[in-house]
Antibody, heavy 122, light 107 residues
Framework: QITLKESGPTLVKPTQTLTLTCTFS??????????VGWIRQPPGKALEWLAL???????RYSPSLKSRLTITKDTSKNQVVLTMTNMDPVDTATYYC??????????????WGQGTLVTVSS | SSELTQDPAVSVALGQTVRITCQGD??????ASWYQQKPGQAPVLVIY???NRPSGIPDRFSGSSSGNTASLTITGAQAEDEADYYC??????????FGGGTKLTVL
């Protein structure tokens, strides 16, 4: 059974750097084809993909946020870490991590962590 | 702005069939995956690939694709299917992208 759980601060101040950790079990990030992604959802709004890291350390970022994001993995700890710099109140959202799999012409996120609400406020 | 377009809201009578659509150029090359999200909960995968359901997803959920449009069909909608539904595929750079979501109301 695959599970993921996000952890990190619930409140950050504007201009600060956010660091979120996704701790997972039930799979290895050294297995070919496997990835872990971060997705966020502002209150009452749609899902927005942020970043993705694959078993081979290939990293992908949302073009609109690329300059502020860094994603890394620690295979031995079964963790993926996302950092987002220069936080702003518009970054207030629930942040999810999710297991990523793919096949020919298809990718999907399954399962997802429970999410963690991050509020940006002074 | 999203490269995948969904209708903001759709309604269906209890027990009837409803189709939720997702449009985008990338859907000509990649299949969409579909997620159900109920209030206060994390999204749950309901359809992936050509038309695959994860374990535990009822068979009233099905997926299809034609041209630049992917569809999620619920045949015999139940009250518990009332939720937000999101499609996901790739953008022109090959990165993941989500649609804007469709709020499904079961009347």
């Amino acid at each position: 059974q695959i599970t993921l759980k996000e952890s990190g601060p619930t409140l950050v101040k504007p201009t600060q750097t956010l660091t979120l950790t996704c701790t997972f079990s039930g799979f290895s990030l050294s297995t070919s084809g496997v990835g872990v992604g971060w997705i966020r959802q502002p209150p009452g709004k749609a899902l927005e993909w942020l970043a993705l890291i694959y078993w081979n350390d290939d990293k992908r970022y949302s073009p609109s946020l690329k300059s502020r994001l860094t994603i890394t993995k620690d295979t031995s700890k079964n963790q993926v870490v996302l950092t987002m710099t220069n936080m702003d109140p518009v970054d207030t959202a629930t942040y999810y991590c999710a297991h990523r799999r793919g096949a020919a012409r298809s990718d999907w996120f399954d399962p997802w962590g429970q999410g963690t609400l991050v509020t940006v406020s002074s | 702005s999203s490269e995948l377009t969904q209708d903001p809201a759709v309604s269906v009578a209890l027990g009837q069939t409803v189709r939720i659509t997702c449009q985008g150029d990338s859907l000509r090359s990649y299949y969409a995956s579909w997620y159900q999200q109920k209030p206060g909960q994390a999204p749950v995968l309901v359809i992936y690939g050509k038309n695959n359901r994860p374990s535990g997803i009822p068979d009233r959920f099905s997926g299809s694709s034609s041209g630049n449009t992917a569809s999620l069909t619920i045949t015999g909608a139940q009250a518990e299917d009332e939720a937000d539904y999101y499609c996901n595929s790739r953008d022109s750079s090959g990165n993941p992208v989500f649609g804007g979501g469709t709020k499904l109301t079961v009347l």
